[in-house]
């Protein structure tokens, strides 16, 4: 409509119409001096046209274009673009249109009104079944172009927006609710406003990364705020919980009270687990003896790798006087801590004792030359190259030459990718290799690359001499009775338009990807067929949230990602699974004339970044091989809190809330948004393509359970099986 009939009979244009002559008339406004010279022009007196002697033509174009869009009667004329107005004229123009075509029954509508119609007169039976997610959607000239790229523009952002996301629904919402359950006041407007400066980041041009820097920066400060508030919401409801732990069953005497110390595990999320996680604590001066050791409710010690310590005096906070410290010894270190159960709060006991010679042995050995890093569940060759070797010991599987770097030259832009030589890669080089670390718990290894690139676009094109140049060191960890291998990947980019991926050739015996996505895994050919005749050339980079996987039935592999967006099967014979770190572009649009604006560089993700991601060897499909269950555990990191002594009611181990069986993917847990009393919202979605009956069981005790839909509307009540706990089939 917008281009058929808005455009021509409201302004007498053209859909290809994108210069203005001056002699057309208006009143045209820009700033004439160097502050705001940039600016766009604006008219701010618009030509009073219309052209009614262009309906019929129009109509009847329209009309034609369209004959073969729709099975119902029912056919949808859009008006507008993506920054446009309402136009008063308009209502005048539909009256036009039926007094020219009194047989056309043309409504000034809804999009929620067309879509009942729709679904009112739709024949079902008859309609084609689309399956899949038509990432190349443009079938002809009057349809739209997906420009998927977006999903690797400002790789940045969407590191920052993930972060925002965890923060606020992993841990400041349902442990906000938890401790409202126990007694807690919140009725705040903290989440809302952490859930708010999100959303206002979620603009499609804005999370896409496509837009000026000054919209990006202030992402990035909106950003920050949803974390502080998030963290200032989890803080205080951590807080209330934990003076609310049991903790009756460490045994204690009156004198010794006052000296006691705990760590308290907060999983927060809904899968048990048993892992080494990293700890700082601080001992008191007044009784610390150079070293401690941590033991759970039934006395049993817990292993640890002690990594340092230092002393400190550390401020403490109290309302009710003024400022003061703690004169402490700060003990940073590996704990492997028992069984935590799905959104618990577990207690465990700090000891100070003296030091203890450890006699454990280490993860990483040095093999014929080559470093190797084995826990008994994976063994780990570092290559003289980088690479790794990996050995899956369930599967019985290797993986050879992982995690090589590669940068391809950028000619695209936000929207589009296009590749220009040269392609450097690190495989076949011989960077340096250190291990950092080498302990019983966990052993790191730090493989440092230096690439050396053409410095931009420019000298691409031109083939100068390369000035530019990529550090990468990347830090390879390996824990005790770990299933996965963790990366975390430091960059300093000096180098402009070109895109660095991680490899993974997993040489696998797949014929699809499986990457989760929003309450799914979506399920990917990785067939590439002949799309000559398509208007728009299907992307072979797609998207994924928390992991991507490729399986073969028997055995797979999973890269699981901390905030990363983009991930592509190559084409090649190894099934190589190809990870976008970032992807660097000069920015220039063409809103109607071409906009340079090149001299931004926040598209060219320049300087120092950081980038986490994790590969996971399985055994069967991502279902089967707990794909879920590791990302879930790799993204929601264990919470450690010290404290003292507390005598409340709350179990030092019982979970706060459970969903069973694990293949049920907790989503939120909310306040309803009617504002009832003591009236919380539970969501949970199954990624499966099977039916799965389950249970929930909370610490609360239950009233009332009803099913409602996403906008909270009552479906049906749900049954309680017992006074804590309801059965769901999803």
Avoid at 315 to 326: G, K, T
Wanted: charged share 25%.
């Amino acid at each position: 409509f917008y281009f058929y009939l808005y455009r021509p009979v409201i302004h007498n244009e053209g859909f290809g119409d994108v210069e203005y002559k001056w002699s057309n008339g208006g009143v045209p406004f820009h700033f004439a001096d160097q502050q705001q010279r940039d600016e766009d022009y604006f008219i701010i007196r618009p030509l009073d046209g219309y052209h009614p002697g262009r309906i019929e033509k129009q109509v009847k174009a329209i009309i034609q274009d369209q004959a073969d869009d729709f099975t119902t009667p029912h056919v949808i004329w859009m008006e507008g673009h993506d920054s446009s107005g309402p136009n008063a004229k308009t209502p005048q123009l539909l009256r036009d249109i039926r007094a020219k075509f009194p047989d056309l029954n043309v409504v000034h509508s809804t999009l929620s009104d067309y879509a009942a119609s729709l679904l009112a007169d739709a024949d079902r039976d008859a309609l084609k079944l689309v399956t899949g997610e038509r990432r190349s959607a443009q079938y002809d000239r009057r349809s739209g172009n997906l420009y998927g790229y977006t999903t690797s523009a400002r790789m940045f952002l969407k590191q920052r927006n993930f972060e925002a996301e965890r923060w606020v629904q992993w841990y400041a919402e349902p442990f906000c609710m938890f401790s409202g359950l126990a007694g807690r006041d919140i009725n705040d407007r903290y989440l809302d406003m952490a859930w708010e400066l999100l959303l206002q980041n979620s603009a499609h041009d804005s999370i896409g990364g496509c837009s000026l820097d000054e919209i990006h920066d202030d992402m990035m400060h909106r950003y920050k705020q949803s974390i502080e508030i998030s963290k200032g919401v989890f803080d205080a409801s951590v807080k209330h919980l934990v003076r609310n732990i049991d903790m009756s069953a460490f045994s204690s005497t009156p004198e010794s009270a006052n000296k006691e110390l705990f760590l308290v595990a907060v999983n927060a999320n809904n899968h048990t687990r048993e892992e080494v996680v990293e700890a700082v604590i601080d001992i008191p001066k007044e009784f610390d003896a150079g070293g401690f050791e941590v033991v759970d409710k039934d006395g049993n010690v817990m292993p640890v790798q002690l990594r340092h310590h230092h002393p400190v005096q550390p401020v403490l906070e109290q309302m009710i006087d003024r400022p003061m410290y703690f004169d402490m010894h700060r003990y940073t270190a590996y704990v492997q801590l028992g069984t935590l159960r799905p959104f618990s709060l577990t207690a465990f006991k700090v000891h100070p004792i003296a030091p203890r010679e450890e006699r454990n042995a280490s993860l990483i050995s040095t093999k014929r030359g080559f470093t190797v890093m084995d826990n008994g569940i994976l063994s780990v060759r570092v290559n003289h190259d980088g690479t790794l070797n990996i050995s899956h010991e369930a599967s019985g599987t290797e993986y050879l030459n992982l995690a090589s770097f590669h940068s391809e030259g950028e000619a695209g832009h936000a929207w589009v990718h296009e590749a220009v030589k040269p392609f450097v890669s690190t495989a076949g080089t011989k960077p340096v290799i250190t291990v950092t670390e080498n302990g019983h718990l966990s052993a790191t290894v730090r493989i440092d690359h230096r690439m050396t690139l053409p410095a931009d676009l420019k000298e691409r094109k031109t083939g100068k001499k390369q000035t530019g140049s990529v550090t990468i060191s990347c830090f390879v960890t390996l824990r005790k009775d770990a299933e996965r291998l963790d990366f975390s990947i430091r960059v300093h980019n000096a180098a402009e338009s070109h895109r660095l991926r991680i490899h993974f050739p997993t040489g696998l015996e797949a014929t699809h990807s499986c990457g989760e996505g929003q309450f799914d895994v979506v399920r990917r050919s990785l067939e590439r067929p002949n799309t000559k005749q398509w208007i728009e050339q299907p992307m072979y980079d797609f998207p994924m949230h928390h992991f991507v996987d490729l399986s073969d039935g028997d055995k797979g592999a999973a890269v699981l990602v901390n905030g990363l967006k983009e991930y592509e099967v190559l084409p090649d014979r190894k099934r190589t699974l190809a990870v976008t770190l970032f992807r660097a572009f000069e920015y220039i649009i063409a809103p109607s004339s071409r906009q340079d604006y090149t001299f931004q560089k926040g598209a060219q993700c320049l300087g120092d970044q950081t980038f986490e991601l994790s590969f996971y060897p399985h055994r069967h499909d991502w279902n089967k091989g707990n794909v879920y269950h590791e990302a879930l555990n790799y993204n929601v990191p264990v919470r450690l809190v010290q404290t003292g002594r507390t005598n409340g009611t709350l179990p030092g181990t019982k979970s706060l809330l459970r969903i069973d069986p694990p293949q049920l993917v907790f989503s939120a847990f909310k306040k309803d948004e009617a504002g009832e009393e003591d009236c919380y919202i539970l969501r949970l979605y199954n990624p499966t393509d099977e039916t799965i009956s389950g249970e929930v069981t909370t610490h609360a005790i239950l009233r009332h359970v009803s099913l409602v839909t996403l906008e909270e509307k009552h479906l049906q009540d749900i049954p309680l099986q017992y006074k804590d706990s309801f059965e769901i089939t999803v």
